[in-house]
């Protein structure tokens, strides 16, 4: 079975101060590992793909199969960042492609 | 904006009721997916449909029935409502059938059921 973990729920810094979002997942198979945000109830936007390797708005996640990890992180957190955040898992081996979501941590940026 | 469009943006109806929700996935793409955001279960796999053909099922109840037309655009309808079917409910399409694409989301449907 497939299980995507985000242990926080809610998450609070201040503007500057460095934040990461932890995400634990359980899968036998051939994972993809995504990084997804929704600004006040909005659509979900894709903001990281672990195969895509790449920094997006300054926020950066890697792979850790070993630890079963796709933490996101940013050095310097900005007011703007201030949404909700979910990893999710995909089988990169299946022929579907929906997506497992974890339960999501709402990222508050004080200033 | 992803491209991907839903109707209505909100929907009000009371418990027993039946409702129909409509999603119109990107120009080209043929896979429509769609998923449940609730307080409770957070954000749920329902179904997939992919050029007209259903190809997965979610955590969706047998109230709940969806079909994609050969314009490629997607209904979920819902019946029976119950007040746990309050939620937000998210359509996202992507190219192909398999798991390569990035997947767009809409804007949600969010229904309120009382």
């Known amino acids: 079975a497939q299980r995507v973990t985000q242990p926080e729920k809610l998450l609070s810094v201040f503007k500057g101060a460095p934040v990461e979002l932890k995400c634990n997942y359980s899968?036998?198979?051939?994972?993809?590992l995504f990084w997804y945000v929704q600004y006040s109830r909005q659509r979900l936007q894709l903001l990281l793909r672990?195969?895509s390797r790449e920094s997006i708005k300054g926020f950066t996640a890697d792979l850790n199969k070993g630890e079963t990890s796709f933490h996101l992180k940013k050095p310097f957190a900005q007011e703007e960042d201030s949404a909700m955040y979910y990893c999710a898992l995909r089988d990169r081996g299946s022929t579907l492609g929906r997506l497992y979501f974890g339960r999501g941590t709402q990222l508050t940026v004080w200033p | 904006d992803s491209g991907v469009t839903q109707t209505p943006k909100h929907l009000i109806t009371a418990t027993g009721q039946r409702v129909t929700l409509r999603c119109s996935p990107r120009?080209?793409?043929?896979?429509v997916y769609w998923y449940q955001q609730s307080l409770d279960q957070g954000l749920q796999f329902l179904i997939h449909y992919y050029n007209g053909e259903e190809r997965a099922k979610g955590n969706i109840l047998e109230r709940f029935s969806a079909q994609q037309f050969p314009d490629l655009h997607s209904e979920l309808n819902l019946s029976s409502l119950e007040l746990g079917d309050s939620a937000l409910y998210f359509c996202?399409?992507?190219?192909?059938?398999?798991?390569?694409?990035?997947?767009?989301f809409g804007p949600g449907t969010r229904l309120t059921v009382t």
């Open positions: 899968y036998s198979g051939s994972p993809e």
């Open positions: 672990h195969i």
């Open positions: 120009s080209g793409d043929l896979s």
């Open positions: 996202a399409s992507s190219v192909g059938l398999a798991g390569t694409g990035e997947q767009y």
